[in-house]
T-cell receptor, first 116, second 113 residues
Framework: DSGVTQTPKHLITATGQRVTLRCSPR?????VYWYQQSLDQGLQFLIQ???????AKGNILERFSAQQFPDLHSELNLSSLELGDSALYFC???????????????FGEGSRLTVL | EDQVTQSPEALRLQEGESSSLNCSYT??????LFWYRQDPGKGPEFLFT???AGEEKEKERLKATLTKKESFLHITAPKPEDSATYLC??????????????FGQGTTLQVKP
């Protein structure tokens, strides 16, 4: 158990809809990352937040947005969904408030999104 | 741009048959190279971090090594429970002050009894 919690585990929705994925980082971790994993693309970095502020952006579509709240949990919002958005979405956390930052990311179990 | 290439894409071994997985990388200043294990439908599970060429780390039947251009994950006398996808990732200075990791496509290992 990595300590990172993601909900929901599975989500089935229709094209054009909007969904929200939720992530609770490991206790004490300040940074949250979102990754997308599809069969043909592997793990692709989407976005990172550090202590409530956006730190880095990767290959995130304009239809997608994220935020990190004061309690450090994060949400990834996916709108105007298309068939190609079907994938596993992982949240990871790192950078403990106390103790050494060794660089590794700790991943949740993922949210599997299916767009029909 | 930081890049990671893993080979082979898939590897089938008999139980007890040792082998190695390769991770080639190009990065603008390596801060760390990471190995993860991923079981189907699960999140990646951290295995090792290597920081400099010549470094080695071991855990049970797994041993990770690092050179200036590549890393190897050696699997000695594998068991069926070692079957998984093994992911390699790098953190480079090109990432600036972010901690984002760039992942390879992974090697899917199947160990038959």
């Amino acid at each position: 158990d990595s300590g990172v919690t993601q909900t929901p585990k599975h989500l089935i929705t229709a094209t054009g809809q909007r969904v929200t994925l939720r992530c609770s980082p490991r206790s004490g971790d300040l940074s949250v990352y979102w990754y997308q994993q599809s069969l043909d693309q592997g793990l692709q970095f989407l976005i990172q937040y550090y202590n409530g502020e956006e730190r880095a952006k990767g290959n995130i579509l304009e239809r997608f947005s994220a935020q990190q709240f004061p309690d450090l949990h994060s949400e990834l919002n996916l709108s105007s969904l298309e068939l190609g958005d079907s994938a596993l979405y992982f949240c990871a956390s790192s950078v403990p408030r106390q103790g050494a930052d060794t660089g590794e990311l700790f991943f949740g179990e993922g949210s599997r999104l299916t767009v029909l | 741009e930081d890049q990671v290439t893993q080979s082979p894409e898939a590897l089938r071994l008999q139980e007890g048959e040792s082998s190695s997985l390769n991770c080639s990388y190009t990065v603008s200043g390596l801060r760390g190279l990471f190995w993860y294990r991923q079981d189907p439908g699960k999140g990646p599970e951290f295995l090792f971090t290597l920081y400099s060429a010549g470094e080695e780390k071991e855990k049970e039947r797994l041993k990770a090594t690092l050179t200036k251009k590549e890393s190897f994950l050696h699997i000695t006398a594998p068991k069926p429970e070692d079957s998984a996808t093994y992911l390699c990732a790098v953190h480079g200075h090109g990432s600036g002050n972010t901690g984002k990791l760039i992942f390879g496509q992974g090697t899917t290992l199947q160990v038959k009894p």
